[in-house]
């Protein structure tokens, strides 16, 4: 069988992410990439944007300063050091665009001591079509401990004689929306939670149809307390990717994170309770549709 050559605009776009990958350090205008790639200004925005779903100009600022962010979290190198090794002309503006990122100042996120916000590289699957493998993983949160109110049962996992899991997750969720008609805002996301840590006989595992604590008001909560079952999930650092099309696909991309992406990524998968979140109105059969998946994970350097 004759393998089908990657077309050659796929190919330059990836020398161009890996080529931004691998000079944060440098200024990296949009006319310094163009120049290495086969195409003028305009074309390259235009091609990466199509083929990446993201602004190149944005692209790179995010990478910079999700760097930067790690190294405020793992040295005591000074705010304005970082700033220069990352290609800010002055801590002002440095801290001025960390700012317009993660909500907080350089000094305020590093006396957090959480990683929280930070984009990842764009990581290229040879299995999954570059538009698709481009925008899975999102970026890395440390979520703080949260209660989730719901209902559970078993579900079978990958690894199940004859799996049955997409029908077993569907029925739990059939039984939560019954048991919380009428009482819950329809516009406030829901959540999928997967215990690994308590896997029981059979590769089976509990899964949670569940909504956050913090999403329901005084009366909710005394409603939740009263007809569903309580789970408190502690603080936990995440991959949080983005999975866009029928929910049926879910297990491609999971395949992708697992097989690809994770080995080659700087962190280490943990056991934990892993979260499926979903927006107001979520149609699982869209093509457009949008969910996020928060794997647990520890950093390398972590011991």
């Known amino acids: 069988m004759v393998s089908k050559r990657k077309p050659i605009h796929l190919n330059r776009v990836e020398k161009v992410v890996e080529y931004i990958n691998n000079n944060l350090d440098k200024p990296l205008t949009v006319a310094e ?9 305009w074309q390259l925005q235009r091609v990466f944007q199509e083929q990446t779903k993201q ?13 930067a962010a790690e190294h405020l979290l793992s040295n005591e190198s000074k705010i304005t050091d970082i700033a220069l090794e990352f290609g800010f002309n002055s801590e002002v503006s440095f801290s001025r665009a960390f700012k317009q990122l993660f909500s907080v100042s350089p000094r305020q996120y590093k006396q957090q001591g959480m990683l929280k916000g930070i ?9 999954l079509p570059l538009e698709q493998s481009a925008s899975q993983v999102v970026r890395i ?3 703080t401990a949260s209660t989730f109110f719901g209902v559970h049962a078993p579900i079978d996992t990958l690894y199940t004689i ?3 899991y997409s029908t077993q997750a569907a029925r739990i969720w059939r ?16 959540f999928g939670v997967i215990d690994t840590i308590h896997p029981l006989p059979d590769t ?3 899964y949670w149809a569940s909504c956050e604590h913090t999403n329901l008001d005084s009366q909710q909560v005394e409603y939740a307390k009263s007809h569903l079952d309580c789970l408190t999930v502690p603080e936990q650092t995440y991959a949080v990717i983005t999975h866009v099309g029928p929910i049926a696909n879910f297990p491609k991309t999971l395949e992708w994170v697992l097989n690809h992406w994770l080995p080659l990524s700087g962190f280490y998968g943990e056991e934990g309770y892993e979260l499926e979140r979903y927006p107001s109105h979520y149609n699982p059969l869209s093509s457009d549709a949008c969910m996020e998946f928060w794997l647990p994970i520890r950093s390398a350097d972590t011991k």
């Open 204 to 206: 089976q595992l509990i």
């Open 141 to 143: 949160e440390t979520r």
């Open 162 to 164: 004859n799996p049955q």
């Open 55 to 67: 602004n190149i100009a944005q692209y790179v600022r995010q990478q910079k300063l999700s760097r």
């Open 33 to 41: 990439l163009a120049s290495i790639s086969c195409w003028s200004r």
């Open 119 to 127: 984009r990842l590289p764009l990581v290229m699957s040879p299995e």
């Open 175 to 190: 039984q939560f929306t019954q048991a919380t008609h009428g009482q819950r805002q329809d516009s406030e996301p829901v």
